[in-house]
C-alpha cells in the first residue's frame, strides 16, 4: 500500500470513528500530519465519495460511498434477514428499538435493527461497531463465548492495555440470561440484551435499546419471560440450522480482524 493510501485510510478511520463532524486541523493533529496534508487527503477521499462535507462547511463527515461499503457487507451475513421478523416481533413486544449485533472478530457490529413504537429513541448507527467488552450487546456475547474464546478476548485486551469485564460481572449475565446497561436519559433504568447461542456458544446478541427494565432489579419485568421466549425462539432456528447463521468472516483469526 502506498504511503498516500494508507494516510487516506487513516483519515476515513478517524472520521468514522468521531462523534462529530472534523476538519483538516483536529485530523492532523490526531494523526501528527499538518493540516495541508489533511486537507490533500480529505480532498481526494471527497472526489471519490468517501467523505463529504458537513452542512458545506470545512468539516467532513462519511460519504455515500461509505454507505453503499456498509451495506454491502451487511448483506454477507444472512443472519440479518434470517433475524428481522424475529427483530420487529420483539420492538413491537417491547416499545423500544430492538437491533441485532453480530460476532465479527473481538468486536460486536451493529447490522440490523427494527424501530419500536416509542416516540423518543437514542440508538447508535447501522454498522456502530465496539470491542465485546463495551455495551450490553457486547457484554451478552463476550459472557457466553466458550472459555477458550473467552480467554482470547481478555489476552487481546491485554495486548491493546485494556482489560476485559471481570468474571463474577460475566457469571452474573450468564445467570441471569441476559446483559442490561443504564440508559443516559432515563434514570434508574436500563436497556438490555440477550445472546444468540449456536453449538459453539454466542454469535450475536439481540438487544432492546431503550429504557424497558429497572436498573437494580432487571429481572423481574412482567414481559422479561415473553421477550425471551422471542429470542428463544431464533436460538432455536440458529441450532437446527446453523448454516443460516454462519458469517462470511468465521474463518478469520479473531486476533486478524482489525475495525476503527
Known amino acids: 500500500m502506498s504511503a498516500s493510501a494508507g494516510r487516506a485510510l487513516r483519515i476515513l478511520e478517524t472520521i468514522g470513528a468521531a462523534e462529530r463532524p472534523l476538519g483538516p486541523t ?44 456498509r451495506q454491502s457487507l451487511f448483506i454477507r451475513f444472512p443472519i440479518r434477514d434470517v433475524c428481522a421478523p424475529y427483530l420487529r416481533q420483539l420492538a413491537f413486544a417491547s416499545g423500544e428499538t430492538v ?5 465479527l472478530g473481538w468486536y460486536g457490529v451493529r447490522i440490523a435493527a427494527a424501530p419500536g413504537t416509542n416516540e423518543v429513541t437514542s440508538s447508535p448507527p447501522l454498522g456502530a461497531v465496539r470491542p465485546l467488552g463495551e455495551g450490553c450487546a457486547g457484554h451478552a456475547i463476550l459472557a457466553f463465548l466458550a472459555p477458550d474464546a473467552a480467554e482470547g478476548y481478555a489476552a487481546w485486551m491485554r495486548r491493546r492495555g ?18 442490561a446497561e443504564a440508559t443516559p436519559f432515563a434514570r434508574e433504568r436500563a436497556a438490555l440484551a440477550f445472546p444468540l447461542r449456536a453449538a459453539e456458544g454466542a454469535i450475536a446478541a439481540v438487544a432492546i435499546e431503550g429504557p424497558v ?31 443460516l447463521f454462519a458469517g462470511p468472516f468465521d474463518h478469520l483469526d479473531p486476533d486478524d480482524i482489525v475495525l476503527p
Open 26 to 69: 483536529e485530523i492532523g493533529r490526531v494523526l501528527g500530519l499538518s493540516p495541508a496534508t489533511a486537507f490533500r487527503g480529505l480532498d481526494a477521499l471527497e472526489r471519490a465519495g468517501y467523505v463529504s462535507r458537513f452542512q458545506s462547511s470545512a468539516r467532513f463527515v462519511l460519504g455515500k460511498n461509505v454507505a453503499a461499503l
Open 213 to 243: 427494565v429497572e436498573l437494580a432489579r432487571p429481572a423481574v419485568h412482567e414481559s422479561l419471560p415473553h421477550w425471551r421466549g422471542i429470542v428463544q425462539s431464533l436460538e432455536r432456528l440458529a441450532q437446527a440450522r446453523p448454516a
Open 99 to 103: 437491533s441485532l449485533a453480530v460476532r
Open 162 to 179: 485494556g482489560r476485559a469485564p471481570g468474571g463474577p460481572a460475566l457469571a452474573e449475565i450468564r445467570k441471569a440470561g441476559f446483559a
